[in-house]
C-alpha cells in the first residue's frame, strides 16, 4: 500500500485524555448509582457524549427525562474540562510528533477523525492545530462513530480515495467506522483490537511511514 493520507482519532491515539473521559463518566454512573467499570468503558469509548451517556444508563436500566439527559451531559462536559485545564504537550502520547513531522515532510495529507466537541480546543492546547489539513470532529458529523461519516468526511476534505489512507483508533467503534468506510486501519495502543485492525501497535512510534512507499 502507497499511503497518501492519514486520519488520526484524538483521545487515546494522539493525547492520554481517554482516562478524564473515563473518570468523569465513572462519577456520572456513581451520582446514577450505576455500576460502571473499565470494560464497560471499552464499550463507550470512540462513542459520542450522548451515545455514551445512554449506554451508561441502559447498564443500569434508567431512563432519563430530555431535560436530566441535557444536565448530567453538560455536568460530564464540565468535570473533563476542569480535569484537562492543564492539559500540554507533554500529554502527547509517544511517536505522535515525529509521525506528524514525517508526515509533512513527505507531502503526506493528514486529519483528524474525532467525535469529540472539544477536539480543536484540545488541539490548540497542544499546539498541533497546524499539523492538520482536516479536522472533523463531533460538531461536523450527523451520524457519529461506529457510522464511517467522520472519516469520510476527513477523506473528501483530503481529496483522496479511502484506499489511500491509513486510519488510526484506539476504539472498537473507531475500528469498525473506519473499516465500514473501506479504509486501512491501525489499532493503536489496544491489543484487544488486534482481531479486527488491519494493524495492531503499542502507540504510534512503531509506525514506519518508510513501510509504505
Ligand atoms: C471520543 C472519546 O473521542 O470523544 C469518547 O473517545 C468521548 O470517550 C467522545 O465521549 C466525545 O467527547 P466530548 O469531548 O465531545 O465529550
Ligand atoms: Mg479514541
Known amino acids: 500500500m502507497k499511503i497518501k493520507g492519514l486520519i488520526f482519532d484524538l483521545d487515546g491515539v494522539i493525547v492520554s485524555t481517554e482516562i478524564n473521559h473515563f473518570d468523569a463518566w465513572s462519577a456520572i454512573a456513581e451520582q ?47 468535570m473533563y474540562l476542569d480535569s484537562i485545564q492543564s492539559l500540554n504537550k507533554d500529554d502527547l502520547l509517544p511517536g505522535v510528533l515525529h509521525l506528524l513531522k514525517q508526515a509533512k515532510k513527505k507531502d503526506l495529507k493528514l486529519a483528524l477523525g474525532s467525535s469529540s466537541k472539544n477536539a480543536k480546543y484540545i488541539l490548540q492546547k497542544l499546539f498541533i492545530t497546524d499539523y492538520f ?36 483508533e484506539d476504539a472498537e467503534s473507531g475500528i469498525l467506522a473506519a473499516q465500514t468506510g473501506g479504509f486501512y486501519t491501525v489499532a493503536v495502543g489496544n491489543r484487544k483490537l488486534k482481531n479486527c485492525a488491519d494493524e495492531c ?3 504510534l512510534g512503531e509506525f514506519l511511514l518508510k513501510n509504505y512507499e
Not at 467499570?37 to 431512563?63: P, Y
Not at 432519563?64 to 464540565?78: D, F, S, V
Open 32 to 78: 446514577l448509582s450505576i455500576e460502571f467499570n473499565e470494560a464497560d468503558n471499552e464499550k463507550i469509548k470512540g462513542l459520542s457524549r450522548s451515545d455514551s451517556l445512554d449506554v451508561i444508563c441502559d447498564l443500569g436500566s434508567i431512563q432519563l427525562t430530555y431535560y436530566e439527559k441535557l444536565e448530567y451531559l453538560e455536568l460530564k462536559n464540565k
Open 133 to 168: 489539513d482536516v479536522i472533523i470532529d463531533g460538531n461536523d458529523v450527523e451520524s457519529p462513530k461506529p457510522d464511517p461519516e467522520v472519516f469520510l468526511k476527513g477523506a473528501e476534505g483530503m481529496g483522496l480515495n479511502v484506499e489511500d489512507i491509513v486510519v488510526f
Open 201 to 203: 501497535i503499542d502507540h
